[in-house]
């Protein structure tokens, strides 16, 4: 599953204009947005996450697995002589799980996301998702990844690339 992150680099895709800084109000929950203080600026977050997948989410368990860790949200932009804005966001997770049998696990999770913003179009999206649940002992290991590339074309049409590897229902967060 995507995480609702990966909704921002849409959202201020959209917003964009080459002439303005980005806003950052979806950037980060639960606190008041920061905004850029330049055309070339980061901001950072971290908060607390959790998730819960069960076996009927995820058919590679046999078990509910509840797990918590940090979340770590870096969202960048920067212009460049060309007009261009390049953004880039990261959220960048790593905590532990216990299943509802005393299995363990550890796991990590990384969306990485870079855009450049010309004046005009195509618009490149491009998006790497990464989800791991380690078992410790004899519990299974879960991977899942997934790399997008989403064009808006000059003519508005949209390209959309999507290749995967493991179950995309497996991934939790």
Same mark, same amino acid.
Request: glycine letters at 8%; a negative charge; proline letters at 6%.
């Given at each position: 599953?995507?995480? @609702?992150?990966?909704?921002? *680099?849409?959202?201020l895709?959209?917003a964009?204009s080459p002439? !303005?800084?980005?806003?950052?109000?979806?950037?980060?929950?639960?606190? $008041?947005?920061?905004?850029?203080?330049?055309?070339?600026a980061?901001?950072?977050?971290s908060?607390?996450?959790s998730?819960?997948?069960?076996p009927?989410d995820?058919?590679q *368990?046999?078990?509910?697995v509840t797990?918590?860790?940090? $979340?770590h949200?870096?969202?960048h932009? $920067?212009?460049?002589?060309?007009?261009?804005?390049?953004?880039s966001?990261?959220n960048?997770?790593?905590?532990?799980?216990?299943?509802a049998?005393?299995s363990?696990? !550890?796991f990590?999770y990384q969306l990485?996301q !870079?855009?450049?913003i010309p004046p005009v @179009? @195509?618009?490149r999206?491009?998006?790497?998702d990464?989800?791991v649940?380690?078992?410790?002992?004899?519990?299974q290991?879960?991977a899942?990844?997934?790399?997008?590339?989403?064009?808006?074309?000059?003519?508005? $049409?949209?390209?959309?690339?999507?290749r995967? !590897?493991g179950? *995309?229902?497996?991934?939790?967060?």
């Open positions: 599953m995507r995480t @609702p992150q990966y909704i921002v *680099l849409a959202a895709l959209a964009c002439d !303005r800084p980005l806003a950052t109000e979806a950037a980060v929950s639960n606190t $008041s947005p920061p905004a850029f203080a330049s055309a070339n980061t901001v950072t977050a908060e607390p996450l998730f819960t997948l069960t009927a995820c058919s *368990l046999t078990t509910t797990g918590t860790g940090i $979340s949200i870096v969202l932009q $920067s212009p460049d002589a060309n007009g261009n804005i390049h953004i966001f990261s960048t997770v790593n905590g532990t799980a216990t299943g049998d005393g363990f696990y !550890r990590s990485n !870079r855009a450049t @179009p @195509p618009i999206v491009f998006t790497g990464k989800f649940l380690i078992g410790q002992g004899k519990t290991n879960i899942v990844r997934f790399h997008e590339e989403f064009v808006l074309n000059p003519d508005g $049409s949209i390209t959309d690339t999507f995967v !590897r179950d *995309l229902a497996c991934d939790a967060i």
